[in-house]
T-cell receptor, first 114, second 114 residues
Framework: AQKVTQAQTEISVVEKEDVTLDCVYETRDTTYYLFWYKQPPSGELVFLIRRNSFDEQNEISGRYSWNFQKSTSSFNFTITASQVVDSAVYFCATLSGSARQLTFGSGTQLTVLP | DAGVTQSPTHLIKTRGQQVTLRCSPKSGHDTVSWYQQALGQGPQFIFQYYEEEERQRGNFPDRFSGHQFPNYSSELNVNALWLGDSALYLC???FGVGMNTEAFFGQGTRLTVV
């Protein structure tokens, strides 16, 4: 079975600070994908990033970056120079070959204060 | 290009009643998945439809059923509503059922059972 743990329930930062959201996943599959989604108050889940299990290269995309480490089963997400519009609930999720359905963590509520 | 659209946006039902939620996928998508998101939690997978058949099902009782139409739109039906069925119901569409496919989510239907 797949499991995703987001230990941080709520985080508050001041605008322009960097913030890292933690995610730990569990899966028995060797082939899987990891995702980060953003959910603003409107409710729609917005896709942010996707990574497959064979690519541990960490990348930066604009103000977003992620750190994928298979050795610790972690897939952390960093927002650089946070903005008030980044305030939302962020979900980490996994999708694997044996269970082709997204399994989500419980989410982290990020509040960016002006 | 319209994204995933869901209707209605809000719904109030009485315990024991039945409800039907609707989803139109993003243009070009042929697969629809439904998720239930209770307050303060991550989305939970209900089931997935592809080629008008239920392809996968999460850990939900038979009171939850669905349908996919030839135009790829989908319905989620819940019978004998419980208070615990109160949640945000999210629809996601994608192309095909492969792992390397991006799911787009609608804004959801907020169901309140009283």
């Amino acid at each position: 079975a797949q499991k995703v743990t987001q230990a941080q329930t709520e985080i508050s930062v001041v605008e322009k600070e960097d913030v890292t959201l933690d995610c730990v996943y569990e899966t028995r599959d060797t082939t899987y994908y990891l995702f980060w989604y953003k959910q603003p108050p409107s409710g729609e889940l917005v896709f942010l990033i996707r990574r497959n299990s064979f690519d541990e290269q960490n990348e930066i995309s604009g103000r977003y970056s992620w750190n994928f480490q298979k050795s610790t089963s972690s897939f952390n997400f960093t927002i650089t120079a946070s903005q008030v519009v980044d305030s939302a609930v962020y979900f980490c999720a996994t999708l694997s070959g044996s269970a082709r359905q997204l399994t989500f963590g419980s989410g982290t509520q990020l509040t960016v204060l002006p | 290009d319209a994204g995933v659209t869901q209707s209605p946006t809000h719904l109030i039902k009485t315990r024991g009643q039945q409800v039907t939620l609707r989803c139109s996928p993003k243009s070009g998508h042929d697969t629809v998945s439904w998720y239930q998101q209770a307050l303060g939690q991550g989305p939970q997978f209900i089931f997935q439809y592809y080629e008008e058949e239920e392809r996968q099902r999460g850990n939900f009782p038979d009171r939850f059923s669905g349908h996919q139409f030839p135009n790829y739109s989908s319905e989620l039906n819940v019978n004998a509503l419980w208070l615990g069925d109160s949640a945000l119901y999210l629809c996601a569409s994608s192309f095909g059922v492969g792992m390397n496919t991006e799911a787009f989510f609608g804004q959801g239907t907020r169901l309140t059972v009283v």
